[in-house]
């Protein structure tokens, strides 16, 4: 059964820095696509980025030259290193794993960005 488990958000001052990761487990992720999705209140959950074997990087609009998606392919993690943080990143991040054609979810832990 494919798990994922997310660590490392927080609260945080505007122009901080924080950093995600995401613990798969369950099954043999090689192929996968994994990555990162956000929802603020109110909102819809929207893509932050992405990384596919042969370190494919998707990022969204938003965040593009701020954060970076890596991926330990050894360990099964995701890391998501978000740098000049800003009020509009507050929001639940969700872990996410594409194998196939299925999608997996971890639990999500939220960042706030405030003063």
């Known amino acids: 059964q494919v798990q994922l488990v997310e660590s490392g958000g927080g609260l945080v001052q505007p122009g901080g820095s924080l950093r995600l990761s995401c613990a798969a487990s369950?099954?043999?992720?090689?192929?996968?696509?994994m990555g990162w999705y956000r929802q603020a209140p109110g909102k819809q959950r929207e893509l932050v980025a992405t990384i596919a074997p042969g370190v494919r990087t998707n990022y969204a609009d938003a965040v593009k030259g701020r954060f970076t998606v890596s991926r330990d392919y050894l360990k099964n993690t995701v890391h998501l290193q978000m740098n000049s943080l800003k009020p509009e990143d507050t929001a639940v991040y969700y872990c996410?794993?594409?194998?196939?054609?299925?999608?997996?979810w971890g639990q999500g832990t939220q960042v706030t960005v405030s003063s």
């Open positions: 996410y794993l594409l194998r196939n054609i299925l999608e997996y």
């Open positions: 369950g099954g043999i992720f090689r192929t996968s696509v």
